[in-house]
């Protein structure tokens, strides 16, 4: 099956830094990598996705860019708050189905 | 609130026994989906149900068992429950049977001593 790895697994960056989290997938047949957030005692919510026909995406201040040929995708996150400070998971999927396949996340701490 | 359900929040018990954890989807939902949260292990998909019916399957121990009712509530029953259960199990749904479009419940913290 499908194995996600994702780096770094605690992140700490100065208000206003960019932040850059990896994931790495194994099966050539996944297609849709989303990305969650989920702070501290909440649930997990879809921040952003992207799909293996589009190299980039990028809402706000939130990107995403996949390269299919190396099998990784990265979440990029520029000009950081204090409120971005939680755990990101990324995931890889077939076809946006049924079964996601997470990564291990990334705690995020963005420091004041 | 995105309107996922699940009972109970908190919930210890000690080896050996069987617990059931409850979600309700949302209104007009027919998708369920269970998840694990562990410590060392993030996220990890179990099971999928579709109007009742199973729809796919993940990382699902034998001990461990689901089923949606007609009103599309769904239980996941965990028996012979080992310390290494203790984890945050969510519920997830949505209408379709597409996962990209599930909204996640708050979870059920369940702790085995």
């Known amino acids: 099956g499908e194995n996600v790895e994702q780096h770094p697994s605690t992140l700490s960056v100065q208000e206003g830094d960019s932040a850059v989290i990896k994931c790495t997938y194994s099966d050539s047949a996944s297609n849709y990598f989303p990305w969650y957030k989920q702070e501290l005692g909440k649930r997990p919510q879809l921040i952003i996705d992207i799909r293996s026909n589009v190299g980039e995406k990028k809402d706000q201040r939130i990107a995403v860019t996949l390269n299919k040929t190396a099998k990784h995708f990265s979440l990029h996150i520029t000009e950081t708050q204090p409120e971005d400070s939680a755990v990101y998971f990324c995931?890889?999927?077939?076809?946006?189905?049924?079964?996601?396949?997470f990564g291990t996340g990334t705690s995020l701490t963005v420091i004041p | 609130d995105s309107g996922v359900t699940q009972t109970p929040k908190h919930l210890i018990t000690a080896t050996g026994q069987r617990v059931t954890l409850r979600c309700s989807p949302r209104s007009g939902d027919l998708s369920v989906y269970w998840y694990q949260q562990s410590l060392d292990q993030g996220l990890q998909f179990l099971i999928q149900y579709y109007n009742g019916e199973e729809r796919a399957k993940g990382n699902i121990l034998e001990r461990f068992s689901a089923q949606q009712f007609p009103d599309l509530h769904s239980e996941l029953n965990l028996s012979s429950l080992e310390l290494g259960d203790s984890a945050l199990y969510f519920c997830a749904s949505s209408y379709r049977d597409r996962a990209y479009e599930q909204y996640f419940g708050p979870g059920t913290r369940l702790t085995v001593t």
């Open positions: 995931a890889a999927s077939i076809n946006t189905g049924n079964q996601f396949y």
